[in-house]
C-alpha cells in the first residue's frame, strides 16, 4: 500500500476535473498540495498578494468558462484572501479556494491562544455559496467532491474548502481512488420543460412589444448565439445587467447598451412582455420597478435562471422557468421561428429604429468630447483609442471610479465576453489582477486595462507578476491625483453652486480627496515593465502601439485634466440608482 496525503488527493481530484492552472502563495503549510500540482502538471501562478489570486481565479473562470481555483496559507494568508472572496462571490464567478488550517487539536474551536488561526471555515461561509473545514484524512476525498459538487450547481460563487496542515501535508498509507467527475456531480446542465418553453414563447409571440434583459447566466452558459437567435425571431430589443453587457454584440441593430441609460428606460416602460434570462434583477436593473420599468400588472414578466431561489425575487412573474440559459434559449428559439408568422414585425421594426435613432444622437453628443485635443488630455480618448489598436476579441479591463464610466462610454463590445469590471462590487485594484486572470486565460492576445490612478495604488506590485509570468497586459493609468468621484459628492454637498459655476472647488475647500504623484511609468520599469508617460491625445497611440511592439507587461501613465475627468458622463443617473425606485 502506497502512501499518500491529503493534499496530493485533492490535486488528483481537480486534476480529473480537468484543472489545468492555480492561483495563489507557496507555503509549507500546504507544500503536500501544491508540490502535486506541480507533478502532476498543473500551473501554479503566483502573485504578490493573495488576495489577486481571488481576482485572478475569478477573472480566469469568466472568460473561459472553467472552474478557477485559489489557495492560501493558514492565518495570514487566509486573511488577505478575503477580500477577493468577498468580490468573486458578488460578481458570481466559479471560484474554489483550498487552503490550510492550523491542526485539529488547536483550532475548530481555537484552543486559546494558537498561532495564526482563526474561524477560517465560519468567517468564509458567511461570505461563500459553501465553507467546510476538512475533519480528518479519510474525509478528505468525500468532501472535496462535496466542495467540487457545490461549484457547478446553482449560481456561480465561492465555495471554500479548508484543510488542517498536518492533514495536507501528512503522509498515510492508505490507497484512495480518484472519481471520475460524472461519478459525483451532474455534468449536463439542467433542461427546460417543454411546457414552459411552449408558454414562453407564446406570451413572447403574442406581445405587441416584447424585450429581453439578458444577465450573466449568458456568459456562464455561452449562450451568446441562442440569444441572438430569440432576439432577431421576435426582433426585439436586448438590455443588460451591467455585468452581461455584450452578450449581444453591440454592432447588433437589436442591442441596447446599458450605456444608453435613457433609451433602457424608455425601452423597459414601453415593453409590455419580458424576457429575464440570468440576472436577478438587482438594484443596476433600478429592481426592476417604475418609473424606470413598466408597471407590473401591465408587463408580462419571464424569468429563466439556474437557481430557483431567485425567480420573482424583485418582480412578480407570469412565468418561472429553472433551466441553463442556452437550453431554454436554443428551445425557445426553435419555437419562435415556426410563430414569426404570428407576429407584427413591422411595428416591432419602426419601435427598434426609433430607439436605434435615439442611441445614435447620444453616441454622437457623446463623441464631440473627442473633438477636445488639449493637454492634458480629456479621458474620451484613451478607451477610444484603445478600441482601435486591441482587436476585438482582446479582453478589457475596467477599474476604477470615473476610469471605469469613460471607459465603459467611450468603448463598444463587438464579441461577447471581452469585458471585465467589478460590476457587482465596484471594488477598487481588483482589476490588475483580474487583467492577469485574464492573460493567464489567454496567452495569445494581449490584455488591455484602464484603471484610475487610485486604483491602481492598491495592487502596483502584480506588475512584477506579469513580468515574471510574461503575461501580455498593457496597463493604461489614468492619472488626475484625485479620488474623483468622491470628490465630485463632497464638492455638491459642501458647495452645490459654486460646483456648477466653476465645476471645480479648490484644494482647501474639499476633504482629504487629492493624492500625490506616482511615476506610474517608472515603478514599471523599475520591475522590468515597459512604461510610458503620455498626456497629449495625439502621443496616445503611438505609446500604446510601443507598448503592443514590447511583447510584454506595459505600463502607460496617462495625465489627464482632473475637472473634465471628474465629470464623467452619466453621474446623475448612477446617483439615482442607489436610490429605491418610487414604483410598485
Given at each position: ?15 480529473a ?19 502535486s500540482?506541480?507533478?502532476l ?12 489570486a ?9 472568460t ?148 429581453i ?110 433551466a ?23 411595428e ?12 445614435q ?25 484603445c ?28 464579441v ?20 492577469l ?34 503575461m ?92 473634465k ?12 440608482m ?5 414604483g410598485?
Amino acid at each position: 500500500m502506497s502512501e499518500t496525503s491529503g493534499g496530493e488527493v485533492l490535486a488528483r481530484m481537480l486534476k480529473a476535473e480537468g484543472v489545468e492552472k492555480v492561483f495563489g502563495i507557496i507555503d509549507g503549510t500546504y507544500f503536500g498540495f501544491y508540490s502535486s500540482l506541480h507533478n502532476l502538471g498543473i500551473e501554479i501562478v503566483t502573485p504578490r498578494h493573495e488576495t489577486c489570486a481571488a481576482h485572478m481565479a475569478g477573472a480566469y473562470a469568466r472568460t473561459t468558462g472553467r472552474l478557477g481555483v485559489c489557495m492560501a496559507s493558514n492565518g495570514p494568508g487566509v486573511a488577505n484572501l478575503l477580500p477577493g472572496l468577498v468580490v468573486e462571490q458578488a460578481e458570481g464567478n466559479r471560484v474554489l479556494a483550498i487552503t490550510s488550517c492550523r491542526r485539529p487539536q488547536i483550532m475548530y474551536p481555537d484552543r486559546g491562544g494558537s498561532y495564526q488561526c482563526f474561524d477560517q471555515s465560519g468567517v468564509i461561509g458567511k461570505i461563500a455559496k459553501w465553507s467546510h473545514a476538512v475533519p480528518s484524512f479519510d474525509r478528505v476525498s468525500e468532501m472535496g467532491r462535496m466542495a467540487l459538487r457545490e461549484c457547478f450547481e446553482g449560481r456561480p460563487g465561492v465555495v471554500h474548502l479548508d484543510v488542517p496542515e498536518n492533514i495536507m501535508n501528512g503522509k498515510v498509507k492508505a490507497e484512495v481512488a480518484t472519481w471520475a467527475p460524472h461519478q459525483y456531480r451532474r455534468l449536463s446542465p439542467v433542461p427546460p420543460l417543454a411546457e414552459q418553453v411552449d408558454r414562453a414563447a407564446e406570451l413572447l409571440a403574442s406581445a405587441s412589444a416584447p424585450m429581453i434583459h439578458a444577465g450573466s447566466g449568458i456568459i456562464h452558459s455561452g449562450a451568446y448565439d441562442e440569444l441572438r437567435r430569440v432576439a432577431e425571431a421576435l426582433h426585439a430589443p436586448v438590455t443588460t445587467s451591467w455585468a452581461a453587457r455584450g452578450v449581444l454584440a453591440e454592432t447588433s441593430e437589436l442591442a441596447v447598451p446599458m450605456i444608453y441609460v435613457k433609451q433602457n428606460h424608455e425601452v423597459r416602460n414601453e415593453a409590455d412582455a419580458v424576457l429575464i434570462v440570468g440576472s436577478r434583477l438587482g438594484e443596476t436593473d433600478w429592481w426592476g420597478k417604475p418609473p424606470y420599468w413598466r408597471r407590473a400588472s401591465e408587463q408580462k414578466t419571464i424569468q429563466v435562471d439556474v437557481d430557483g431561489h431567485i425567480l420573482g425575487a424583485n418582480k412578480p412573474l407570469e412565468l418561472g422557468v429553472v433551466a441553463d440559459a442556452k437550453l431554454f434559449l436554443a428551445a425557445l428559439a426553435a419555437k419562435l421561428e415556426g410563430l414569426r408568422g404570428r407576429m407584427n414585425l413591422d411595428e416591432r421594426k419602426r419601435r427598434m429604429a426609433k430607439y436605434r435613432e435615439s442611441i445614435q444622437a447620444e453616441r454622437k453628443k457623446l463623441d464631440e468630447k473627442l473633438e477636445d485635443k488639449s493637454v492634458p488630455m480629456n479621458p474620451a480618448h484613451i478607451a477610444h483609442v484603445c478600441q482601435q489598436l486591441f482587436a476585438d476579441d482582446s479582453i478589457l479591463v475596467a477599474d476604477g471610479g470615473n476610469a471605469t464610466i469613460w471607459t465603459m462610454f467611450f468603448h463598444e463590445i463587438r464579441v461577447p465576453n471581452t469585458i471585465l469590471s467589478t460590476f457587482k462590487f465596484g471594488m477598487l485594484g481588483a482589476g490588475i489582477a483580474q487583467a492577469l486572470g485574464a492573460a493567464a486565460a489567454h496567452p495569445d492576445k494581449p490584455v488591455c486595462c484602464i484603471i484610475g490612478d487610485g486604483a491602481m495604488g492598491f495592487h502596483p506590485q502584480e506588475i512584477e507578476t506579469a513580468v515574471r509570468n510574461r503575461m501580455r497586459v498593457v496597463y493604461l493609468v489614468v492619472c488626475d491625483k484625485q479620488w474623483g468621484m468622491v470628490k465630485m459628492n463632497q464638492q455638491f454637498t459642501l458647495k452645490p453652486i459654486k460646483t456648477l459655476i466653476f465645476k471645480s472647488l479648490g484644494p482647501d475647500e474639499t476633504i482629504k480627496t487629492d493624492l500625490g504623484e506616482i511615476a506610474f511609468d517608472k515603478l514599471a520599469q523599475s520591475m522590468g515593465a515597459h512604461g510610458e508617460r503620455v498626456s497629449d491625445p495625439a502621443q496616445l497611440k503611438p505609446a500604446i502601439e510601443r507598448s503592443l511592439a514590447s511583447g510584454g507587461p506595459a505600463v502607460i501613465h496617462v495625465d489627464v485634466d482632473p475637472v473634465k475627468h471628474m465629470w464623467a458622463p452619466g453621474l446623475m443617473h448612477f446617483k439615482d440608482m442607489h436610490l429605491e425606485p418610487k414604483g410598485k
